[in-house]
T-cell receptor, first 115, second 117 residues
């Protein structure tokens, strides 16, 4: 079975500091995409960042960036200059076998940004 | 507004009952996915439809069924409800992957909170 593991159930960070959320995955796909989603208290699922597995360059979206290590199947999310609005559950997602558009999600990391 | 519309937002019903959750995908998206998120759990994939056809099936109970209509909206039917079915049910849509264009992930609706009492 395809799995996504987020080893940190909860994390906290001070406002303006940097935090890294870990994720490892297991897929047999060759060309695939990886995603981080954010779920704030409103429960809405919001796409944070996307990584194309065949690109060596790590994706960046403003304060959010990834450290993608394809051989190790590792896909961590770095949040710089943390803001109170970053408080949320963060889910890592990778494709399952049989179709790169079908995603399996990790159990999530609950991030709290403290003032 | 994500462009994916789910109704109703909240639903409270009794055990043994049947409910229907509705989803309208983002304009232009052909794929619809249903996920279940129980308390303190991640998202569990239920089923995917693509342009009216079932494309993939996950851990969907036999008491649950879904369909996608010609106008691409989808419905998830949950019957003989049990207390353990209480969860947040998400619908998501995507337009891909499309040849040469890649896959840009899902757009999620705001979910339907189902409470079975």
């Amino acid at each position: 079975a395809q799995t996504v593991t987020q080893s940190q159930p909860e994390m906290s960070v001070q406002e303006a500091e940097t935090v890294t959320l870990s994720c490892t995955y297991d897929t047999s796909e060759n060309n695939y995409y990886l995603f981080w989603y954010k779920q704030p208290p409103s429960r809405q699922m919001i796409l944070v960042i996307r990584q194309e597995a065949y690109k060596q360059q790590n994706a960046t979206e403003n304060r959010f960036s990834v450290n993608f290590q394809k051989a190790a199947k590792s896909f961590s999310l770095k949040i710089s200059d943390s803001q109170l609005g970053d408080t949320a559950m963060y889910f890592c997602a990778s494709p399952t076998q049989g179709g790169s558009e079908k995603l399996v999600f990790g159990k999530g990391t609950k991030l709290t940004v403290n003032p | 507004d994500s462009g994916v519309t789910q109704t109703p937002k909240h639903l409270i019903t009794a055990t043994g009952q049947r409910v229907t959750l509705r989803c309208s995908p983002r304009s232009g998206d052909l794929s619809v996915y249903w996920y279940q998120q129980s308390l303190d759990q991640g998202l569990q994939f239920l089923i995917q439809y693509y342009n009216g056809e079932e494309r993939a099936k996950g851990n969907i109970l036999e008491r649950f069924s879904a369909q996608q209509f010609p106008d691409l909206h989808s419905e998830l039917n949950l019957s003989s409800l049990e207390l353990g079915d209480s969860a947040l049910y998400f619908c998501a849509s995507s337009g891909g992957p499309l040849p040469g264009r890649g896959f840009y992930g899902y757009t999620f609706g705001s979910g339907t909170r189902l409470t079975v009492v």
